[in-house]
Each structure stands twice: as C-alpha cells, then as structure tokens.
C-alpha cells in the first residue's frame, strides 16, 4: 500500500520537473523577443495612450487634469469649432496609401513576371536589383527624388515646356511628387511577396486553361492572378500601411499644402507641441490601421486564399 | 453510335478549330495522324524521334513506355503545348502545328488534374463551355449532365481542395469531356491512385469512353493498365515507336526484346540455329513451331510454360526441362516459380492457383517444364 503511494509521489515529482524544464525552455526561448516588445512596443504605446487622455500644459507637454480634448481635436473641433482639415488629411493619407499600393501592383507584376521567365539561376540577381534600393536610407533615396523633381530640373523643365506646370515652378514639391515618392519607396515590398507567391506558380494550370480555350487577358484572370493573390494581399499590407503613415516622403516631397498624418503627428511633437494631441493622433492611427487590417483579413478570408498569405 | 445519347450536340457547336481549317474530307472526325514527328529539346536530347502513327476515329490508344521514353511529349505536341521541330500533326484531317492549345479539338486530363483551387467542382467543369461562350442555361445543363454521367453531382459545389484523389480524377475526366471534344488525351492520370481505386476507374474510363465514342489517347508506364484499356498499344523507347498494334499482338507476338520485357513477364533466350528447326539455347535444344529465318531470339512467356510433378511428367514430348524449384512467390491467383535447371538457367513459370494443393510446389522441390513450341516466339536480332 505504501509501496504504491511512494511510487505515485515519485511519479508527481518527476512531472513537476518536467513541468518547470519545459517552463524555462520556454521563457529562454521566447523571453528576450517578449522582452523587446513589451519594453520598446507595448509599454510606449501605454504611455502614449495615456497621454492622449492629458489636458495640454505651456509648453506643450501632458497636464493634469485628464481631459477628453485632445480625442475631439482628432475629431477636428477645437476652440474655433469644427474643421474639416484633419479629416481631409486623414482621408488623403488614406488614398495616397490606397494609390501607393494600386501603382506599385501595375508596375510589379510585369516586373514579377518578367524576372520568374528568365532562367533559374538569373532569378535572384534580378530581384536583388529590385530590392537592392531599399538597403540605402529612405531619407537618402527621397532627397535624390528632390533633385530630380525640384524647379531646375530637367524633368520640371520638361513637364514646363509641355504646359504641364507654370513657368518657374517645379514637380516637387506635390502630390504628383509625393506619390513618386512613395511608389519608388514602397515598390520592393509588393514585388518581393509577388515573387514569391508567382514563383511557385502552378504552370500546370495554365496549361489547363489553354487547353479549356482560355488565352490571353481571360487566362491570365483565371489561371494566373488567383495563384498570385496570397502574395498580393501581403504585398498590400506591406505597402499600404507604412505608406499610410509615411513621414519622410510627404515632408520631403509633399510640400505645405498636402498634409499627411504622418507629417501632422509629427509637428505635434516638433514644431508646435502638443503632446497629448499627438498621442491621441497616434492612437487613433493605430485603431484605423488595425481596423484596417481586420476588415482586410476577414475579406480575404472571404476570398479563399488566405492561406498563404502573410498576415 | 458516333453520337452519344447522354450529351446532345449543341447546334453550333462545330467551334471555330472544327469549322475554318479546310477538312480533307476523308479522315474522320477525332482521328489522328502524325507524320514524321520530332522533338529535339536543348542539349540535344531527342525526346521524339521521327514518329509516324495513325490512331483511328473513337480509338482508346495507349502510349506506353517508361519514363523519359517520350511519350508525354507526344501527347503535349498534340494539345499543343509542345511544337515539333519537325512533322506534321493533323486532327480530323486538320493540320494543327500553328493552332494554339485553346483552338485545338482537344482537352487533356492532368496528371496532377490541374484543377482550378479557387472554383467549385461545377465551374470547373463548366470552364470551358464558359470561355467558349457557350450560354448559361445550357453551359449549367451540360455541367450537370457529365456531373451525374460520372456520379460526382453530390460535390458540385465543393472546392477540389475537398476532395479525395478518385474524385479529383473525376472531375478532371469531366472537365475534359464536358466539352464534347474530338480527341481527349490523358496523362497518366490514374498513377497517383491507389491500386483498387485505380482498376475501378480504369473500367469506367473505358466505359466512357465506348459510350461517348470519344478517341482516346492515353500516356502510362503501367503494362497492366495499358493491357487492361486499350484498343490498341504503342510500346515506346528513347522517342521511337517499337511497335503497334492492337494488345493482344503486342503482348503475345512482341517484335523486339524490349517489347518483351516491358510488356509482361518474360524468359528471353539467344539461340543459335540447329538444323531441324530446333533452336540451341543457354538452357538446351529447343523445338520451334515457327520456321526459324533470320531470328536470332526465342521467348516464351511465363504461364505459357507447363509445370509437372516430377512423377508423372509425360516423356514422349519436346522441350521437356527438369529444374528445381528455387523461389515460389505466391500472388493470389497464381504463383510465379523460378525454376533453376540443371545447367543453372532460371526460367519463369506462372501457375494459376485453380488447382489443389498437391499442384503447387515449395523451393527446393522437382518439377518439369514444358516449353511447347508453339507458345514459343521468335523475335529478331
């Protein structure tokens, strides 16, 4: 009898310090990424949350009492009432993200196909050509773009011979500029998941579709660009979201008279401050994307080919 | 018979490939021929040899081979997704080297099925109709016609992804046969199924294919399944054609020892001529039925051999051996035996298990062999 009950407890310790072995494997494991994120993530997303509740003191920074303000300044009434202009610029970020996102497809696909045409060993050369931009800094790469789109360029000059802008004037800085921008910054981040999804493309059912009469435009609708739309949508999130929220291009290339959230969140914090103005900016960014993202989600879900993708 | 009842021509169906080409008039509808077909890929391997071959109107013909033997590629330069470097291929009478794939009479069931993951079972069946403009109300009716023809109307509208691979090949013989097309060609397509899976669907393949009095060409490296369907087989090596011929031609009176030994079991021997029609062999003199001339070759397929109990072996017949019995491989209905002679020789025999016990015989046991010299080949070189 008390043979059984020993070996019974026995049994139980060994369990326990299996328990704990597999305890700390995890936290070694996953501790230091957990770590980082809480840290650097988490815990300034708090802060900034709090922020955002905070009345505005002289000098820009939070001040007691909690307040409500600075959420309906985001709404865009102030002591003046109510403007339209943060809306406005909401709704701008949101369609310079969505056209961001649009052109860069038009210009990756024939850029993705192209290069999964060429011979296997040729493949990766190409794609680093592509990629290879992004490895110098974004403020480096836009700055050129201001050389090349300012009033003395050859390219202004162009575009004013053929009347397409006033004498004097440049390409940059605008939204014409600003999409450029954009576009060129964001372009390696639709063609690297396209790639990936097109290069393991099942030619076999485009060989299906021609043989069932399909050719051209309508085989590539039915054969090819559903195989690629796993790629697609992550290639939409990659660029959409950081266009969204860009602050280098729309300083650099934008210009006054487009304002962009990015651009607007961070005057808050370096022009004029108004901290918890910012921070209730920030958080409202944040819940838009994420609600972005979730209605994204649910809508590829909806489309059956989620599986693959990133997100 | 030409038309099948079940599927009722479309008024206007005659499509853009059947119609513009002028028809000779003389070849009919979903015959084939190939003239002097090559295909030569980078490097230089010659994957298509100069094949000429005619397969009739309504025919199942099977192209056999092993693998890298060429075969696939033939197929695929009749769908047209290959282009010979040389030759001609005319379909129903028609020239098709400069049609594309989607203007050719035919459609091809995939080996890996190639089903389109996104649609439903019925959209892609009814894919084809539906780039060929075909109108709805009846694209549907059609759709549903094959649908219940081949018993897969309870997945309609499941994605591929859903089914097993039986219903997949299905589908796929669907997909193809929806569109009623001269010439449906198949690529190995029942080789990823599992063996019963596979008998079952290899009888309702032919059925449907009687019934529909489609022309069928079909790619395997499966002999048995080649046996089992065709009408008529070419046995194919290195991009050449060996031979072709209906089956049972093929299998009993192979012409080379290629055919031999692909087809089927077989013991192969070199002979040398003796006078008296007898053939000197590695394992002895053997008496031959067919006058011997320039053959060099005998061969004698397994169950055509006699086994006998060393007792009551009869003594007054030619190509009489006694061996022993080194391993008996027991196979359901019949047993292989692999009989060792004196001279130490191995020769296959096939038994049927339709005997009684004392009719089979374990290693190491006596038996004696009967070569009869009728069953006995003769093959060239």
């Known amino acids: ?311 | 018979m030409a038309e099948p009842a079940m599927l009722p021509r479309i008024a206007g169906q005659a499509d853009a490939a059947t119609s513009s080409a002028p028809t000779s008039g003389i070849a009919p509808r979903g015959a084939i021929r190939l003239e002097g077909i090559s295909r030569v890929f980078g490097g230089g391997v010659v994957a298509v040899d100069r094949i000429d071959l005619d397969i009739q109107a309504g025919e199942f013909f099977t192209l056999l081979g092993p693998s890298g033997c060429g075969k696939t590629t033939l197929l695929r330069m009749i769908a047209g997704f290959e282009t010979p470097d040389a030759g001609r291929i005319l379909i129903s009478g028609r020239e098709m080297q400069s049609v594309p794939p989607h203007k050719r009479p035919v459609n091809t069931v995939f080996q890996s099925y190639a089903l389109f993951p996104h649609l439903s079972v019925a959209e892609n069946i009814g894919f084809g109709l539906r780039m060929r403009g075909v109108a709805r109300p009846e694209r549907l009716a059609r759709t549903e016609q094959i649908m219940a023809l081949l018993q897969i109307d309870a997945f309609a509208r499941r994605n591929p992804a859903q089914l097993s691979g039986g219903q997949r090949q299905r589908v796929a013989l669907a997909r193809a046969l929806v569109n009623e097309p001269e010439v449906v060609l198949l690529d190995e397509p029942l080789s990823a199924l599992d063996a019963k899976l596979r008998a079952e669907l290899q009888v309702e393949l032919m059925r449907m294919q009687k019934r529909l009095g489609m022309t069928f060409i079909f790619v395997t490296h499966d002999q048995h399944e080649a046996l089992v369907m065709s009408d008529r087989i070419a046995v194919m090596e290195q991009g050449r054609m060996l031979q072709v011929g209906p089956v049972l031609d093929v299998y009993e009176q192979p012409r080379s020892v290629f055919v031999a030994e692909f087809l089927g079991l077989s013991n192969i021997w070199k002979f040398t001529p003796r006078p008296g029609n007898m053939a000197e062999t590695a394992i002895g003199a053997l008496s031959i039925a067919t006058p011997i001339t320039t053959q060099r070759t005998a061969m004698i397929r397994p169950e055509k051999i006699w086994l006998y109990p060393e007792a009551d072996a009869p003594r007054d017949r030619p190509n009489m051996f006694a061996g022993v019995v080194r391993e008996a491989i027991y196979m359901g209905a019949s047993t292989q035996y692999n009989v060792a002679l004196a001279g130490g020789a191995i020769v296959l025999a096939l038994d049927t298990n339709n005997q009684a016990a004392e009719r089979s015989w374990g290693p190491g046991e006596r038996v004696v062999l009967e070569l009869k010299p009728a069953n006995i080949m003769l093959i060239d070189g």
């Open chain 1, 1 to 311: 009898m008390s043979a059984i009950t020993g070996g019974a407890s026995i049994q139980g310790s060994a369990e326990r310090a299996e328990r704990l072995a597999r305890a700390w494997r995890l936290w070694m494991t996953a501790g230091p990424g957990l770590f980082w994120i809480v840290v650097f993530l988490l815990l300034p997303s708090l802060i900034l949350l709090g922020i955002g509740f905070f009345s505005i003191g002289n000098y820009g920074n939070p001040h007691l009492p909690l307040s409500l303000e600075p959420m309906r300044e985001v709404a865009g009434y102030s002591i003046l009432g109510w403007s339209p202009d943060n809306l406005a610029t909401i709704l701008r970020s949101l369609l310079q993200a969505i056209s961001a996102a649009g052109l860069t497809i038009l210009l990756a696909y024939p850029v993705v196909f192209f290069i999964i045409t060429r011979p296997p060993a040729l493949r990766p050369l190409l794609l680093l050509f592509v990629i290879l931009p992004s490895w110098t800094n974004q403020v480096v790469r836009t700055y050129a773009w201001m050389e090349l789109l300012g009033p003395g360029s050859t390219l202004s000059h162009l575009a004013q011979g053929a009347g397409l802008i006033p004498p004097h004037l440049g390409l940059m800085p605008g939204i014409l500029a600003m999409q450029i921008g954009l576009t060129y910054n964001y372009l390696p981040y639709m063609v690297v998941p396209l790639y990936a999804a097109a290069e393991k493309l099942d030619w076999s059912l485009v060989e299906a579709g021609r043989d069932l009469y399909a050719s051209g435009r309508r085989l590539f609708w039915s054969a090819v660009f559903p195989q690629t739309i796993p790629g697609l949508l992550s290639g939409i999130i990659l660029v959409a979201i950081p266009a969204f929220g860009d602050y280098v291009v729309p300083t650099l290339l934008g210009g006054g008279k487009s304002m962009m959230i990015g651009s607007l969140i961070a005057s808050q914090f370096l022009d004029t401050p108004n901290w918890p103005y910012g921070a209730a900016l920030t958080i409202f960014m944040l819940i838009f994307t994420c609600a972005g993202l979730i209605v994204f989600r649910v809508m590829s879900k909806r489309l059956g080919s989620s599986e693959g993708s990133m997100i």
